[in-house]
């Protein structure tokens, strides 16, 4: 058994759902069970952190079966050895064990329940757990993690020490029944296994795909944003998953369990925006035959998500402005003056900087709104070990949409993923993979089903090089991407003639982002 450190993408861990969501035990022991299935999927089905989710899993259920503590633990596809990540020690957030060790690893191996009283008489047990934590396991009950009896072993729940007599018949088929349900809402996740057992780690987020450097950064931007109240701004270009990651910062929050309300600012008639946003009363203008709340009356008490906010009419801006500051609003046509307790998320794919330059973006909103400022990487920047992990994921996930068999991808199908350079980035990804997914019923995903990626590429390729003043710069092979990203802002700045406000236009980035990069690395 070893401690894990893990790669950074999956050392993000947040608590507030734990601490959000836990609640005082049901009086009705079957009440606290059923709604601890109920919690379970609807939680899966959101952008949640994996580590939040499966604890507050472990308090719920040792809570329901009266047990002193539960742990989940998942059997990783890669590596074959068993992990779990919760419910073990604050301080001990991950621990491994090989498989096949202790009941833990027998019960995930033979598929089967395992029910001891008293583990000091049994065989299989293995006391390096107990060690490392300083617990004393007594009594145990272990199931595994699988659809039906057919499908593959995900993991195991375990359940450790009855608090009064020992664990009984009821108890193991309510843990059956979980493990079960458990194993069909993975299908629905990112921790998903593929067609073989176990589970591959894909991210700390459940639904949101990627452990890249890059990547993980934004994790941790995202997990620390989602503790506060702060106002965040995503920015990055189209298709980098703005919008997953303003979810994510909604459901990892404390206001988790309220609204969550997009307003998409591209399709906003600026004489309409008032109205939309800050709803109107009863007669306020012809048509208005009963009052109607607005977004921001929606989003009280949860997160109003404004999307794509580069495109925000000028006169709405305004508006939107003196909400930000006051936090009060009045419905059009009305007189009361009301207050809404939000959290604002905005995402936009242009540069506000230049829209703020250009007089199209006013730069008090743009301060406004830029509290903590979050940018989505390229997926080029992502390197071409994410584009196959995304790509394995899509087709998984697609295959089993269109009930195609396990995909697979052939030498020259993985050659032109990595070629590629994803000026849609993941979006543009996701297309072409449902469609190679539709388009192969043998589930074997060749290059000739993509687009004709010459076009695409040459397109952005012409497009980036079009530059005659552009010189050339030279990176040798094996530089880190951080370090490679900065020699190349430093070349363009020479380029640029020292001149960082021209380089930061040339790199379409934030003029201090160039200092930052040309100082912090
Ligand atoms: N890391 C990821 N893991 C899994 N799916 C992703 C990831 N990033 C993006 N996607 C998927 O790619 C698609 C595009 O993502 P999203 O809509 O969040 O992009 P965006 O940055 O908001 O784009 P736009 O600026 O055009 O609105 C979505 O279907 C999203 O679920
Ligand atoms: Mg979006």
Redesign the pocket.
Known sequence: MEEEDGCSGDRVSAIVIKDAYRQAPDSTPTMSRLSLLVDLASLLAREVDFDALLATACDRLAQAIHADRASIWLVDAERGDLFTRVAVLPELPSLRMPSGRGIVGFAAEQGVTVRIDDVRNDPRFDSSVDKVTGYTTRSTLVCPIREDEQSPVRGVIQVLNKQEGAFDDEDERYLHALAAQLARALRMT?LRGGFGPGVILR?PFN????RSPA?SRVYERITLAAQTDATVLLT??????????ARAIHVNSARQNRPFITVDCTTLPAQLVESELFGHERGAFTGADRRVPGKVELADGGTLFL??LGELPLDAQAKLLRFLQERTFERVGGRTTLRADLRIVC?T?KNLEQEVARGAFRADLYYRVRVVEIR?PRLADRGSDEVLG?AR?FAEQYASRYRRPEPTFTSDALAQLRAHDWPG???EL?HWIESAVALAPDGVIRGELFPQTEVSTNASTSKRSANPNQSAVELPLGLSLEEASRRYVEATVQACDGNKTEAAKRLEVGRNSIGRWLKDQ
């Open positions: 990112t991210g639904k949101i795909v990627g990547l990055g270009e189209t298709g980098t998953g703005k919008s997953l990651f999307d794509e995402a794919n989505t995304l994921h980035n993941v979006r996701e």
